[in-house]
C-alpha cells in the first residue's frame, strides 16, 4: 500500500496501526494539501451487495457528525475490492497508550478527560449515532492533551449486517455492556456502560474484569458489580466512584439517562457539597424471584483482548429445581381456621388503636417554599432533619425541587424527610478571554449552553480573531442559559487599496497622503524622458494593492530628461553700420540708428524669436554662442533692419 495513491487523490505515506477490523495509514491528499488517517477495512465485500450499501450509507451518515471531540470523516469510498474511511489526521497516541504511560490518573486529571468523551458521545446521540465500541484504543489524544473518538460508522455499519447475524455481536469485550454480551441490540445506555469502564480505568490504570477467555470476560460483566475504585485508591471522592457504578449498572434502566445527565455528575463531581455524598445503591430486588442463572460453557482462549471482535452471546440456561416425591398430605383446614380468626382480631385491635395511622404518605412539596414544605411535612409528623441546598435550573431560590424519600411514598410518623432546597440556576464564573482566538473559544463555551454567543467585528492591529474585549466582564458569576455572550473581534487592520500615483505632483500627493492615511515619501529623483520633471515616476507597493492604513509607499520623482553632452560654438561677427546717402530726410542726423536682430537654433533657442535685439549707430562686434546636444542641428542668423548679415547651420559632430 505504502506509495500507491487511491482514490485518485490520496498518497499513502506509512502505517499508523492495525487492529481486528481494519489497518490504518497515514495519507497526504495531494488536492487540498493536508495529511489524513486512511482506514482500510479488513472484510471482504466481494460477494455482498447488501452489506456494501449498507456499510456506505451508515458510514457517510457519521460524516455528519462535527464536534470537537470526534474525528471527523472526510469521505467514504472503495478501489476494486479495497473499502476505506478517510478521516482527520490527530498527530499522538492512543488513550489506552496514555493510560498504560501515566495512569492511575487522580480525578481531577481524569474527570476533564471524561468530559470531553461523554460530550462527544452525548453529541452523537443527540444525532441518531451510537458507537457501539467505545474504549481506549478508539480514543486519540493529540499533542496538546485534547482527546478526540474515532470509528464512529464502522461498528454502527458493522453491527446487523451478514457478519453478525448470528446473534454475534461486535464490541471489545472488556467495555461490552451486559445487553450486548447477552446478543441485545446495542442502546445509547451501552454507550454509557462503555463509558464507565473507561472511566475506571483511567482511575485506576487497569480493567474491572479481567480473565483468560473472551466468555469468561463476558459473564463477569453479566453477574459481577463493577469493583469498587475507592477500595484500592481511598483518596477518591464517593461522587467519583457512584459515577462509574450507575454508569455501569447491570440493569441499563439503572444507568444514566443520558449521556447528558453523566456530564452534568461528572462536571459537580469535585464540588465540595458531594464529596461524602452516600454510596451509589441501586433499587432494592425481590430475593426470591425466580431468575435465570447464566451457565458457563467452554470457551476458546481470547489471543487479543482488546481488539474488536465478534462475540456469541453468553448462554444462559435456567437452574431447573429437581422435584421431590410427593408426600402424603394432610388436613390442614382446622389450624388455617384458628390462624385466619387470629390475625383479623389482631387486626381489629390495631385499627382500633390506630396503629395504622402511623404510615402516612409524604406529601408532594416539590415548587413549594422551603417554609412551607417543611410546615406541611411537619404537620403531618415528618421531621425535616436536613435540608441540601443545590443549583436547579427549573425551580426558582429557595424552593424546594427534590424529596428523599419521594412524594407518595409511605413512611412511619417521626420519620426524617431531607429537602433539596433551589440555590436558584448555576452560576459559573465567567473568564478572561481577552487576545484569544473567537473560534476556539466559542466552541469550549457551547458546552455551557450559553443564551448566545456572538462576535461585533472591528479593525485592530491585533491578528484577525483575536478577541479585544467581552461582555459579560471577566470574574463575572453568570447564568449560561440566561446569558448573552458578546466578544469584541478583531477584523485585523484597517486595509484600503493603493491607487496609482504615477504623474502625481507634490501637492497631489500631500492631498492623497491626507485622505488615504497612507504614509508616502520621496525615496529618489531620477531622469525620465516620458514623466515631466517633479512628477511621479514610480511607486513602491504597486496600485490596486489593499494595504493597511498608515502603511509606507515610497515614490521615486522625476528630474525630467538626463542631460546629453553638449558643444558650444563660438564666434565673433562684426555687423557693418550701413550709411545711406542721398537722402534728404536724413541730412539733420549723422548717423540715424539702425535696428539688428540675433537669431540662434541651439538646445536651448529656436529661430522663431529673436535671442538679442539692439540699434547701432556705427559698426559693432558681437559673439555668437550656440550650445548643442548629441544629434542636434543648429546654427545663427544676423539681420540688420531686413539685410541677413550673416547666417550659419552646422551639426553637433561639426563643432570642433
Known sequence: MIGNRIGGRYDIIGTIGEGGMSKVYVAHDVILDRDVAIKVLNYDFAHEEELKRRFQREALSATSLTHPNIVNIFDVGEEGELHYLVMEYVKGLTLKRFILENGPLEPAKAIPIMLQLVAAISNAHHNGIIHRDVKPQNILMDEEGHVKITDFGIAMALTATSHTKTNSVLGTVHYLSPEQARGRMATKKSDVYSLGIVFYELLTGKLPFSAETAVA??????????????????????????????????????????????????????????????????PLFDEDETRALPIIKDAPSLMDSEQTVKIE??????????????????????????????????????????????????????????????????ELGFVVDNKLEQPSEEYEKGEVFRTIPEAKKERDKGSAVKLYVS??????????????EYKSIK?????????????????????????????????????????????????????????????????????????????????????????????????????????????????????????????????????????????????????????????????????TDPTKEFEITEDVEEQITVELEEGQRGGYRILRGTTVIEEKTFDYKDIQ
Do not use: C
Open 217 to 282: 470476560v463476558a459473564l463477569k460483566h453479566l453477574q459481577e458489580e463493577t469493583p469498587s475504585v475507592r477500595a484500592e485508591f481511598p483518596s477518591i471522592p464517593q461522587s467519583v466512584e457512584n459515577i462509574i457504578l450507575k454508569a455501569t449498572a447491570k440493569d441499563a434502566s439503572h444507568r444514566y439517562v443520558s449521556a447528558d445527565e453523566m456530564y452534568e455528575d461528572l462536571r459537580t463531581a469535585l464540588e465540595p457539597s458531594r464529596m461524602n455524598e452516600q454510596k451509589f445503591a441501586i
Open 443 to 607: 466552541e469550549r463555551l457551547g458546552i455551557y449552553k450559553f443564551k448566545s454567543i456572538e462576535s461585533e467585528e472591528t479593525y485592530s492591529d491585533e491578528p484577525a480573531g483575536t478577541i479585544l474585549g467581552q461582555d459579560p466582564e471577566p470574574d463575572s458569576e453568570v447564568v449560561p442559559g440566561d446569558t448573552d455572550v458578546v466578544f469584541t473581534v478583531s477584523k485585523g487592520p484597517e486595509t484600503r487599496s493603493l491607487e496609482s500615483l504615477i504623474g502625481f505632483t507634490d501637492d497631489q500627493l500631500n492631498k492623497y497622503a491626507i485622505t488615504s492615511g497612507f504614509n508616502i515619501e520621496v525615496v529618489k529623483n531620477s531622469n525620465s524622458d516620458t514623466i515631466p520633471a517633479g512628477q511621479v515616476m514610480k511607486q513602491e507597493p504597486s496600485s490596486g494593492q489593499s494595504l493597511p492604513i498608515g502603511s509606507k509607499v515610497s515614490v521615486t520623482v522625476s528630474k525630467g530628461p538626463a542631460q546629453k553632452p553638449t558643444k558650444l560654438y563660438v564666434k565673433r561677427v562684426k555687423i557693418p553700420y550701413e550709411v545711406i546717402e542721398g537722402d534728404d530726410s536724413l541730412e539733420d542726423e549723422v548717423n540715424p540708428p539702425q535696428t539688428v536682430r540675433i537669431y540662434i537654433q541651439d538646445r536651448e533657442h529656436s529661430m
Open 423 to 436: 440555590t436558584g440556576k448555576e452560576t459559573m464564573a465567567f473568564s478572561d478571554y481577552t487576545n484569544r
Open 313 to 378: 452471546p453468553v448462554r444462559v440456561e435456567s437452574v431447573q429445581l429437581q422435584q421431590q416425591p410427593a408426600k402424603k398430605k394432610r388436613k390442614k383446614w382446622p389450624v388455617i381456621a384458628s390462624l385466619a380468626i387470629l390475625i383479623a382480631a389482631i387486626v381489629a385491635v390495631l385499627y382500633i388503636t390506630g396503629v395504622f395511622d402511623q404510615q402516612v404518605a409524604v406529601p408532594d412539596v416539590i415548587g413549594k417554599d422551603e417554609a412551607d414544605a417543611t410546615a406541611l411535612l411537619e
